[in-house]
């Protein structure tokens, strides 16, 4: 491939640019000569005016002298019309701002329950690792329907929604290239006819210069998080990677820092239970609460179980339904 048209653009684009720096750096000294070149030549026309007293000594002006006068009076009004406008810009100047910050990344609200139980400890642990800058990775593990994912969701919503934070942006992904391109919003004609790997560049380019959190939610197994384009952490480079799995084993393998989700205890499964069943139909009947503890206590605090079988006995108000 002939790389000369290509070099032979990018030269003149960076001559042009290179020419508005050195404009722009060297403003006040051009500005000094213009004004010094002003004055020179204001003294040599006040010198060959001189010649009017040529003049009433019946001497006459050449027209290269005359016409030499005029353009001399017209370059001294342009001249001055310049440094008015110069003087003015440079008043303009005092009062505009070099650039302005980018506006945070707007994190959307996940669906999450309005009321969470037994997650508080968790979420204070995963909060203070994410607050660490040498923290790149956090992972979150536990058993199936431990409470992982409501975790992570209370995360984003109760911490990165509603706090200030100094993220480009920030991505819940089941980890897959058209979520985080729509996410980045990158346009066809750098996606359309690429192969994954070229998918992978363009994402990687983008994330390479942006602070992002990447959510991940359910991994199953020791996830590249390069394979689809998304830049490792390091602790250093500002991008932060949190994700759920069960094993603890690729936890440790993938996160610098890990937080267990446990089993509700006793009164926490009790709570959450009472609350998915509701005071209706627990002061319905004197056995129910009893009955209900029973039920809790075959749940062995699992929140998943909790939830579901509290919400199938909503409407049970006649003991022999329990």
């Not at 996410?183 to 070229?198: G, S």
């Amino acid at each position: 491939m002939d790389f000369g048209p290509i070099l032979d653009i990018i030269t003149r684009l960076w001559d042009c640019s290179a020419n508005r720096i050195r404009y722009i750096r060297h403003l006040e000294n051009n500005l000094t000569l213009l004004q010094n070149a002003r004055d020179e030549l204001k003294s040599v026309y006040q010198d060959v005016n001189k010649v009017e007293v040529a003049e009433e000594q019946q001497l006459k002006r050449t027209n290269e002298v005359s016409n030499w006068l005029v353009n001399v009076e017209a370059k001294e009004i342009e001249v001055g019309l310049i440094l008015d406008k110069v003087k003015a810009l440079k008043e303009k100047r005092r009062t505009l701002y070099v650039g302005q910050k980018m506006p945070h990344a707007r994190v959307k609200m996940l669906p999450l329950e309005r009321i969470t139980v037994g997650l508080d400890s968790s979420f204070d642990e995963v909060s203070k690792y994410f607050k660490d800058p040498s923290v790149g990775t956090i992972g979150i593990y536990g058993m199936p329907g431990v409470g992982k994912t409501t975790l992570l969701k209370k995360f984003n919503n109760d911490f990165l929604a509603t706090r200030s934070h100094e993220f480009d942006v920030v991505i819940w992904v089941v980890v897959s290239q058209e979520v985080i391109r729509n996410k980045l919003h990158i346009p066809d004609e750098d996606w359309l006819n690429k192969i994954t790997e070229e998918r992978a560049i363009v994402i990687f380019n983008i994330l390479n210069h942006k602070k992002f959190v990447l959510l991940l939610d359910d991994i199953w197994k020791r996830y590249d998080l390069l394979a689809p384009g998304i830049p490792n952490p390091d602790g250093q480079n500002g991008y932060r990677v949190i994700f759920t799995i069960r094993s603890k084993e690729l936890c440790h393998k993938m996160a610098n820092r890990i937080v267990r989700v446990e089993c509700l205890a006793k009164e926490g499964a009790l709570k959450l239970f009472e609350i998915k069943v509701g005071e209706e139909t627990l002061n319905s009947h004197p056995s129910i609460p009893d009955l209900a503890k029973e039920v809790v206590a075959e749940c062995r605090g699992l929140p998943l179980a909790l939830v579901t079988v509290g919400r199938a006995m909503a409407n049970k108000k006649d003991p022999d339904q329990w």
